[in-house]
């Protein structure tokens, strides 16, 4: 219940906040130095961090529930044990692969 | 229309569901979220071996074929696979027909700006000279 609802949070998180900001990275980087210094100065900032850290959350939880997505579309792993088992993974799954993206990078900014 | 008896089995299941069809809807959102997975694990490999994250460094990682191509493929499979979640969104729970389609077209819309914005600046680094 919980993850599958988290799939269509964390979709829309990403469609819209997580496109939003990869459109303005790029045309950031493709719009010359000071556009870029915006760019990460806003990004350097508290709430900034805390949008990013977020977003990377969000991509690897909707990612890791696509996937189990994908499985349940074959078919497989509807039985309530492995379903349950297979939502909890996703769980620990995409905070793992947060903390393991964010924490040497806070760690360097320090 | 209800054809009663004489309906195939097929007649029987189309246009059920909350967006009335969408066949190829369906496999549309997976084939692109396959895309993302190749995409996505492309970019997080790709950001892991930069250097830095400066912008000379970045502009010339995207200026190149094999930072611009693959990126350019990841905006449009990105922006197709939202547009597709948030149109079954919509679809569920939005129930006026009128609103439904006014809020699909305004995603539409979005998209394809948002996606047209991202290439051209793509664009400009591969070809403008300016990066």
């Known amino acids: ?110 | 229309m209800n054809l009663g008896q004489s309906a195939t089995p097929l007649g029987k299941v189309t246009g059920l569901g909350s967006a009335h069809h969408g066949g190829e809807h369906w496999l549309s959102e997976r084939v692109t979220s396959a895309a993302l997975l190749l995409l996505g694990a492309w970019l997080i490999a790709s950001l892991l071996f930069l250097p830095s994250f400066d912008r000379a460094t970045l502009a010339e990682w995207l200026a190149a074929p094999s930072g611009a191509v693959p990126m350019a493929l990841l905006v449009i499979a990105a922006f197709k696979h939202a547009l597709h979640g948030m149109k079954v969104v919509v679809d569920d729970y939005v129930h006026v027909e009128g609103n439904r389609f006014t809020l699909n077209t305004l995603l539409l819309f979005l998209a394809i700006g948002g996606a047209s914005l991202a290439l051209f600046a793509l664009g400009r680094m591969a070809f403008g000279g300016s990066a």
């Open chain 1, 1 to 110: 219940m919980l993850v599958s609802i988290l799939h269509r949070m964390t979709g829309a998180a990403l469609s819209f906040a997580g496109l939003a900001l990869l459109v303005w990275w790029l045309t950031a980087i493709a719009g010359g130095t000071e556009a870029y210094a915006d760019f990460t100065k806003a990004a350097a900032h508290p709430i900034g961090l805390i949008v990013l850290v977020g977003l990377t959350w969000a991509f690897f939880q909707h990612l890791l529930s696509g996937i189990r997505h994908l499985v349940m579309d074959s078919g497989a792993g509807f039985e309530l044990e492995t379903n349950k088992r297979f939502a909890v993974l996703t769980l620990a799954g995409s905070l793992l692969l947060t903390l393991l993206v964010w924490v040497p990078q806070l760690g360097a900014m320090r």
